[in-house]
Antibody
Framework: EVLLVESGGGLVKPGGSLRLSCAAS????????MSWVRQAPGKGLEWVGR??????????DHAAPVRGRFTISRDDSKNTLYLQMNSLKTEDTAVYYC?????????WGQGTRVTVSS | AIQLTQSPSSLSASVGDRVTITCRAS??????LAWYQQKPGEAPKSLIY???TLESGVPSRFSGSGSGTDFTLTISSLQPEDFATYYC?????????FGGGTKVEIK
């Protein structure tokens, strides 16, 4: 069974930092392209970014609103995906999901809530 | 970035109704489109990929069609468990983008 479990969310002040983790199991994590998707309260889904597998270069793409502030990384030895979030803004308040899939995001975690507020 | 415009943004329907949701892309995306269902407090669930291929385990009352810029999700006979919000997403190019969502409510 594929499992994705996010952690690391919480309350942080504007300008602060937070690192989210996503522990993966039930599939060959090292071969997977992984993404983060977020959902602000009462709003729709927003793709945050993606990291390729190391076999495919391990490169990252980040959405414009987070580029330069957020960094996606992975540790294949721990089957874990990360999202380092710096210079947080109130508009980054959302539930953050890790997800994976090729032609669709088939597997999703339960999400971790990030609240940016003073 | 490719923009996806869903319509309607919400609709009211009855059990047994046929429901159609459309998704229009700002430029051609071939068939690189997925549809998701999301219920309150839950993660999205993938229904359809490559515009028209049903995910394993998804009821056959769901179907998808289209290519290029215009796509459709159809629920042939709405069931109580189908009341949810539906999103389209394009996989043609980065940044990946989602439509704004269509909330299907009980009439």
């Amino acid at each position: 069974e594929v499992l994705l479990v996010e952690s690391g969310g919480g309350l942080v002040k504007p300008g602060g930092s937070l690192r989210l983790s996503c522990a993966a199991s039930g599939f060959t994590f090292s071969n997977a392209w992984m993404s983060w998707v977020r959902q602000a309260p009462g709003k729709g889904l927003e793709w945050v970014g993606r990291i390729k597998s190391k076999n495919d270069g391990g490169t990252t793409d980040h959405a414009a609103p987070v580029r330069g502030r957020f960094t996606i990384s992975r540790d294949d030895s721990k089957n874990t995906l990360y999202l380092q979030m710096n210079s947080l803004k109130t508009e980054d308040t959302a539930v953050y999901y890790c997800t994976t899939g090729s032609s669709a995001f088939v597997y999703w975690g339960q999400g971790t809530r990030v609240t940016v507020s003073s | 970035a490719i923009q996806l415009t869903q319509s309607p943004s919400s609709l009211s329907a009855s059990v047994g109704d046929r429901v159609t949701i459309t998704c229009r892309a700002s430029q051609g995306i071939s068939s690189a489109l997925a549809w998701y269902q999301q219920k309150p407090g839950e993660a999205p669930k993938s229904l359809i990929y490559d515009a028209s291929t049903l995910e394993s385990g998804v009821p056959s009352r769901f179907s998808g069609s289209g290519s290029g810029t215009d796509f459709t999700l159809t629920i042939s006979s709405l069931q109580p468990e189908d009341f949810a919000t539906y999103y389209c997403q394009q996989f043609n190019s980065y940044p990946l983008t989602f439509g704004g969502g269509t909330k299907v409510e009980i009439k």
